[in-house]
T-cell receptor, first 115, second 112 residues
């Protein structure tokens, strides 16, 4: 499978706990994006990596959120001290420099439920 | 601030009908307009995309119409099938980072 892989697919956590999600992009893609999608809404941009450099962060990404992409390969998104409002689908996407032709390729997402 | 406005929120058509989904934008810096299709439990998948210097693009049963002066674009699905039942998102890309801004989505149901 050469698509974007996300792990885990589902995560249920108690409020206040920390969670970490992983994204493995398409190997030749140097650009990686994290989005968040709540029920009935379109995905909202969280952050963008070009290789290992985090080049843009949304204001939606509070201090409790941190993302990294060591060595420009896989990426992790960590949420500290989770709140019920963090419940959402977290989507990872990747693209190459020529993304205008193929656009983003999204993974299937990690659905987070904070109870 | 919603930069890409999408309507309708939901749409029900008979098989063979032509659903039309409309979107509007304000930011003239957008340089690429993709449409994504999303099935339940899956991430969005690129369906078709258009540049603002083109007024229409057709791929199979899917057609994008683009009106640059009105800053509006729409998706038409010809001969719709029950398998087309999904949520459709219009989107717009800006900047060198290729960041994509999504509309709020249209849930399409095609009735047999």
């Amino acid at each position: 499978d050469t698509g974007v892989s996300q792990d885990p697919r589902h995560k249920i956590t108690k409020r206040g706990q920390n969670v970490t999600f992983r994204c493995d992009p398409i190997s030749e893609h140097n650009r990686l994006y994290w989005y968040r999608q709540t029920l009935g809404q379109g995905p909202e941009f969280l952050t963008y990596f070009q290789n290992e450099a985090q080049l843009e962060k949304s204001r939606l990404l509070s201090d409790r959120f941190s993302a990294e992409r060591p060595k420009g390969s896989f990426s992790t998104l960590e949420i500290q001290r989770t709140e019920q409002g963090d419940s959402a689908m977290y989507l990872c996407a990747s693209s190459s420099r020529g993304g205008e032709v193929y656009g983003y390729t999204f993974g299937s997402g990690t659905r987070l439920t904070v109870v | 601030q919603q930069q890409v406005k999408q309507s309708p929120q939901s749409l029900i058509v008979q098989k063979g009908g032509i659903p039309i989904i409309n979107c509007a934008y304000e930011n003239t810096a957008f340089d690429y307009f993709p449409w994504y299709q999303q099935f339940p439990g899956k991430g969005p998948a690129l369906l078709i995309a258009i540049r603002p210097d083109v007024s229409e693009k057709k791929e199979g049963r899917f057609t994008i119409s683009f009106n640059k002066s009105a800053k509006q674009f729409s998706l038409h699905i010809m001969d719709s099938q029950p398998g087309d039942s999904a949520t459709y998102f219009c989107a717009a890309r800006s900047g060198g980072y290729q960041k994509v801004t999504f509309g709020t989505g249209t849930k399409l149901q095609v009735i047999p």
